[in-house]
């Protein structure tokens, strides 16, 4: 979205709007910043995707994570070789490298923030959406103890303000609801 091919010169160009969004995405993980602040950031500035969304922190992460930003082409099948310089790059291949490494061991290390579901077995999984808005839910683990749900919308942004649910009081409810219908 930052570059688009050029049918006249028969090549890919950098769509200069886009891709300052991009570099300022990638100067803020080089300043520590997660896919969850940056996406918070960029929707309080009212600053829009591509498409004109809002921005959600698992689309700031595919952004970071997307080799094509350091002008490699790496196709989906193992078997065929990344090809560098294939596109234009809009940031460096060191910086590209930084961030990725920073996202690693991040995630290597992370004992908060958003959980897998094999870590946290939620039965509600994928059927709860925020009363406010309408998104769906999103599994968060505060320490080890604490899992809570929250919508994902007010996880990137101020558009939607509800909190997050304690899930383990929330899986009791229904339990309870379950029970009492029983």
Same mark, same amino acid.
């Given at each position: 979205?930052?570059?688009?091919? /050029? ?6 160009? *950098?769509?200069?709007?886009?891709? %300052? +969004?991009?570099?300022?995405?990638? !100067?803020? $993980? ?15 500035? /009212? ?6 969304? *809002?921005?959600?922190?698992?689309? %700031? +992460?595919?952004?970071?994570?997307? !080799?094509? $930003? ?13 090809i560098e310089n294939y596109y ?19 995630h290597a290390n992370n004992t ?71």
């Open positions: 979205y930052w570059m688009r091919y /050029d049918k006249e010169l028969k090549q890919f160009v *950098i769509v200069e709007g886009h891709a %300052i +969004i991009i570099r300022r995405i990638y !100067k803020l $993980a080089l300043e520590g910043y997660g896919g969850v602040r940056i996406a918070r950031l960029l929707n309080d500035e /009212d600053i829009k995707t591509a498409k004109g969304l *809002i921005w959600s922190p698992p689309g %700031i +992460i595919n952004i970071l994570k997307n !080799k094509a $930003a350091m002008g490699t082409y790496a196709p989906r099948q193992s078997t065929i070789e990344p234009p790059p809009v940031v460096s291949a060191e910086d590209w490298h930084l961030v990725n490494k920073s996202i690693e061991t991040r908060a923030g958003r959980v897998s579901n094999k870590q946290l077995s939620i039965m509600l999984s994928g059927k709860m959406v925020c009363a406010q808005c309408g998104a769906k839910l999103r599994s968060i683990n505060a320490n080890k103890e604490k899992q809570y749900v929250q919508c994902r919308i007010s996880a990137a942004s101020k558009q939607c303000t509800a909190m997050a649910i304690n899930y383990h009081l929330l899986e009791e409810y229904f339990i309870g609801l379950i029970i009492g219908v029983g």
